[in-house]
């Protein structure tokens, strides 16, 4: 079902349900692992993916189609990860690297079971750490383009964010991280 027919099915209250569903089924997946690597624990990315959709239900209807669809609800979700992160790290006055050190115990805790689509081979969890080390915002900038595939344009629309300081964003996490693997090794 296109993101337009969605829309149309949500304006009319007898499909509204229905369309809905259909908004969650095409993209709940891909707004749970957009969290998940920013807050890496599966409790967290899913209760944040369910109150991204539950701010998407309360908000949709005034949606007025400025941007697409997606790049809303990554919005929407990008938002609920970073307000996540800051309330945690206010709630125990930690400093941000605590926090990531928080995350980095989750991340090993997280790989260890086998059974879980983060686990894998060591280059993977390599790599996680040190998405780790990286600021918020080029760990966000980095995931979205790197993992998710997104054009600068709407990783721009997403954060609102110039395209310049997107690549240059991106530029400086790709060389912490080139960094990170390479004294690690």
């Not at 809303?72 to 709630?91: P, V």
């Amino acid at each position: 079902m296109t993101d337009q027919s969605i829309l149309e099915k949500f304006a009319n209250p007898e499909s509204r349900n229905f369309a809905f569903n259909q908004l969650v089924r095409k993209y709940q997946q891909k707004i749970y692992w957009h969290i998940r690597k920013m807050v890496i624990d599966h409790d967290d990315a899913d209760d944040l993916t369910q109150e991204t959709f539950i701010k998407a239900w309360q908000s949709l209807e005034t949606f007025r189609g400025d941007s697409q669809l997606f790049t809303w609800l990554y919005r929407i979700a990008t938002n609920e990860c970073l307000n996540f992160l800051n309330k945690k790290r206010r709630r125990f006055f930690m400093p941000i690297h605590d926090v990531e050190g928080e995350l980095l115990e989750k991340l090993e805790s997280v790989s260890s079971q086998s059974e879980n689509p983060m686990s894998g081979d060591e280059v993977h969890l390599k790599l996680q750490k040190a998405l780790l080390t990286l600021p918020e915002k080029q760990r966000l900038v980095f995931n979205m383009k790197y993992f998710d595939d997104l054009k600068y344009e709407d990783i721009a629309e997403i954060t609102g964010t110039s395209v310049g300081a997107l690549k240059a964003s991106y530029h400086h996490a790709v060389t912490k991280i080139e960094k990170f693997l390479n004294d690690s090794d």
